[in-house]
């Protein structure tokens, strides 16, 4: 049998220390802020090589995005002792790169004297539970949302501006300025223009979707962690979203033939629209990315409130709003 590793079998670095020494704290039960204390009186003989490393390769990324925040390790606020095994035990399990950058965008968050000075319970227990392959699926997905986000406010910024020229030209044939031919000669033009955004909204939101299929396919076993990213309740389909369809019943009509017509019409409608609900929430829900005819391309599923809340502590950045989200 080979021999066990002691607690400083990998000497760590006097940065990742310096993070160890600042999540610790001022302590009064005799562990000295020293580089053999740290690592020998926290880690111990019971964290094997490799744990060791991972840690070390955590808290090294945590020191550059407490950097990045411009908080010095002095600066840094420590965490109660229960957190801080949490996060040794938890930080010390991310084999992969992914892993370990999210464990150490959480522990900076954490440690950030902005922040209420605890580790989330919540986030940490559901990142001990993600692969490598889960993380990777997750910050594609998160990834691809902040584009969409991107994408949709430039679109609606353009379509503004043109509701704004066209409420202009209305104006201009109100005040007598313009002659009716020349306002619908504006008006058309701003149909053409904001028919062509759309046709390059459309265009530029399949194309996400199908680069991210591209980049899935690298993604072995994916069936797999999109069930355990919905079992977390990280991600959620979105054919939820679908709008009801309007209904329309005329109203100053004695004709009872009309409004059967008009009765069975919706009735098809909502009947259509159960479809459509089933299809993309049930039928559809093991595919990541549906092709709605036509080139269009989506993806199905889309990161949850409490995705999102886990993205912008274990990835730096969120996909949608900053509200706070419940637990799952």
Same mark, same amino acid.
């Given at each position: 049998?080979?021999?066990?590793?002691?607690?400083?079998?990998?000497?760590?670095? #006097?940065?990742?220390?310096?993070?160890?020494?600042?999540?610790?704290?001022?302590?009064?039960?005799?562990?000295?802020?020293?580089?053999?204390?740290?690592?020998?009186?926290?880690?111990?003989?019971?964290?094997?090589?490799?744990?060791?490393?991972?840690?070390?390769?955590?808290?090294?990324?945590?020191?550059?995005?407490?950097?990045?925040?411009?908080?010095?390790?002095?600066?840094?606020?420590?965490?109660?002792?229960?957190?801080?095994?949490?996060?040794?035990?938890?930080?010390?399990?991310?084999?992969?790169?992914?892993?370990?950058?999210?464990?150490?965008?959480?522990?900076?968050?954490?440690?950030?004297?902005?922040?209420?000075?605890?580790?989330?319970?919540?986030?940490?227990?559901?990142?001990?539970?993600?692969?490598?392959?889960?993380?990777?699926?997750?910050?594609?997905?998160?990834? $691809?949302?902040?584009?969409?986000?991107?994408?949709?406010?430039?679109?609606?910024?353009?379509?503004?501006?043109?509701?704004?020229?066209?409420?202009?030209?209305?104006?201009?044939?109100?005040?007598?300025?313009?002659? $009716?031919?020349?306002?619908?000669?504006?008006?058309?033009?701003?149909?053409?223009?904001?028919?062509?955004?759309?046709?390059?909204?459309?265009?530029?939101?399949?194309?996400?979707?199908?680069?991210? #299929?591209?980049?899935?396919?690298?993604?072995?076993?994916?069936?797999?962690? #999109?069930?355990?990213?919905?079992?977390?309740?990280?991600?959620?389909?979105?054919?939820?979203?679908?709008?009801?369809?309007?209904? $329309?019943?005329?109203?100053?009509?004695?004709?009872?033939?009309?409004?059967?017509?008009? $009765?069975?019409?919706?009735?098809?409608?909502?009947?259509?629209?159960?479809?459509?609900?089933?299809?993309?929430?049930?039928?559809?829900?093991?595919?990541?990315?549906?092709?709605?005819?036509?080139?269009?391309?989506?993806?199905?599923?889309?990161?949850?409130?409490?995705?999102?809340?886990?993205?912008?502590?274990?990835?730096?950045?969120?996909?949608?709003?900053?509200?706070?989200?419940?637990?799952?």
């Amino acid at each position: 049998m080979g021999k066990e590793p002691t607690p400083l079998d990998i000497i760590p670095s #006097k940065i990742a220390t310096d993070v160890a020494v600042a999540l610790v704290g001022p302590t009064s039960n005799g562990i000295a802020e020293t580089a053999k204390d740290v690592w020998g009186g926290l880690v111990g003989d019971r964290v094997r090589e490799w744990r060791q490393r991972n840690l070390v390769n955590s808290l090294e990324k945590t020191y550059e995005h407490l950097k990045q925040k411009g908080i010095s390790p002095e600066q840094a606020q420590s965490l109660p002792t229960g957190d801080v095994y949490r996060i040794f035990e938890g930080a010390s399990r991310a084999e992969t790169t992914n892993l370990s950058e999210m464990w150490a965008h959480l522990i900076a968050s954490a440690m950030d004297p902005k922040s209420n000075g605890k580790l989330d319970e919540a986030l940490s227990k559901v990142l001990e539970q993600l692969t490598g392959q889960d993380a990777e699926l997750f910050t594609l997905i998160n990834s $691809y949302e902040a584009s969409l986000d991107k994408k949709d406010a430039a679109y609606q910024d353009e379509f503004e501006e043109l509701t704004r020229k066209h409420k202009s030209a209305e104006a201009l044939y109100d005040d007598g300025l313009i002659s $009716y031919r020349e306002k619908e000669a504006i008006g058309e033009e701003i149909w053409k223009l904001n028919a062509a955004l759309l046709r390059n909204l459309n265009h530029n939101l399949s194309k996400l979707a199908t680069d991210l #299929k591209e980049t899935l396919a690298t993604i072995t076993d994916m069936q797999s962690s #999109k069930e355990n990213l919905q079992r977390l309740a990280l991600i959620q389909p979105r054919g939820r979203e679908l709008p009801l369809p309007e209904l $329309y019943f005329e109203t100053d009509t004695n004709d009872a033939e009309l409004l059967k017509q008009q $009765y069975l019409q919706s009735i098809e409608s909502l009947r259509e629209w159960m479809h459509r609900i089933m299809e993309r929430t049930i039928i559809h829900q093991d595919f990541l990315i549906l092709d709605l005819g036509e080139g269009r391309k989506e993806l199905n599923f889309k990161l949850s409130e409490f995705g999102k809340r886990f993205a912008r502590a274990c990835i730096g950045e969120a996909a949608l709003d900053t509200s706070p989200a419940p637990d799952p």
